[in-house]
Structures are given as C-alpha cells and as structure tokens.
C-alpha cells in the first residue's frame, strides 16, 4: 500500500521535502497516522463533488459504514476546503477541480467513517480513498487545497492529515502559497 502512495507523487514529494519523520509513528499510535485502506472500507460510486470537501455518492449496497442506499452527501473529515460564495475563496475553484481529479463522476470510492458519523446537517463525515488506494482527505491535505480542522471526536486519522498539511505548508503549496495564509 505504501509503495501505490509514493508512486503516486504526493507522498514521494512530501518526503523529499523532509517530511518523513512527520509520518513515523509514536508507539501503539499508528492508527491515527495511518493512510491505508481499512478493512472495513465500503465502496460507493461518485455521483457529484460539490466543493473542495464534499462530495455526492451512490450507496448501490447497504454496507458496516452506510447502512442505506440511494444518493448520500459525504463531507471529509480533517478537513476545510475553501468556500463558494458571493466572492469565492482563495483556492475554492482549485480544491473543487483536484477533488474532482481525484474523484470523477463515476468512479469507485472507499469510504469509512469514525466516532461520529453525521453532522448536524445530516451528511455522513466520511474518510475516502480512491480505487487504487489514495486517500483523498490526505493528499488533498499534502497538496496544499484544504486546510487541515480536527473535526472531535472523529479524529482518528487527524495526524496523517495534520503531517500531510505540515508538509503543504513547509513548501508553500496551493494555498499555503497562493492565499497569504
């Protein structure tokens, strides 16, 4: 799995960028650094990205995450993506075309949920990865598109995504660059 993250870029480039120790484990803490597939992952289809953190998908079976089916709205957890609006966001634009990159309509999605599985406004906080094992809070993280928010309690995998920005930030990366943050 690590090896299908670095061929990817992202996380090559972190580390050429010393961000290595940012990724080791303290003892017994390896989930919340985790950026594996879990087990108990469920596949979902895209069906819509609205923004930079929220995405529309197709349950097309109940699952141990999701236990309806039809279209549920998955907000990612760990993450702020910039905003749409009267003015749009410095980055809004960017983050909705990378998330949609990462997630075309169509296309299988893995999702896993933590403590608290909705928000007040319904939507499932969810974790993603894509078919081929990226985990999109992630790498949108490490690329600079969003900002990292611890979302309490779901914060099992908040390091990952926490490193990932760090690593945005030390090389001025999207927002971290373009939006004087």
């Excluded at 990292?148 to 920005?165: D, F, L, V, Y």
Aim: proline letters at 6%; hydrophobic letters at 45%; charged letters at 20%.
């Amino acid at each position: 799995m690590l090896g299908g993250l670095v061929a990817s870029g992202a996380l090559a480039g972190a580390l050429g960028f010393g961000a290595l120790f940012a990724f080791q484990p303290r003892d017994g803490d390896t989930q919340s650094w985790s950026t594996d597939l879990p087990a108990d992952a469920q596949p979902m289809v895209v069906w819509e990205v609205l923004s930079g953190d929220t995405v529309v998908l197709v349950v097309e079976r109940p699952g141990r995450q999701v236990q309806d089916w039809g279209r549920i709205t998955a907000r990612l957890l760990g993450i702020d993506s910039p905003n749409f609006g009267t003015t749009d966001e410095c980055y809004a634009v960017e983050a909705e075309a990378r998330l949609t990159e990462l997630l075309p309509e169509g296309s299988v999605v893995w999702l896993a949920l933590d403590e608290e599985p909705r928000d007040d406004g319904g939507r499932w906080l969810s974790y993603l990865w894509t078919s081929d094992g990226r985990f999109v809070n992630y790498e949108l993280a490490v690329d600079g598109f969003v900002e990292a928010s611890p979302m309490p309690p779901n914060t099992a995998r908040w390091k990952a995504i926490e490193a990932g920005q760090a690593a945005a930030v030390a090389r001025l990366w999207g927002i971290w660059g373009e939006c004087g943050h």
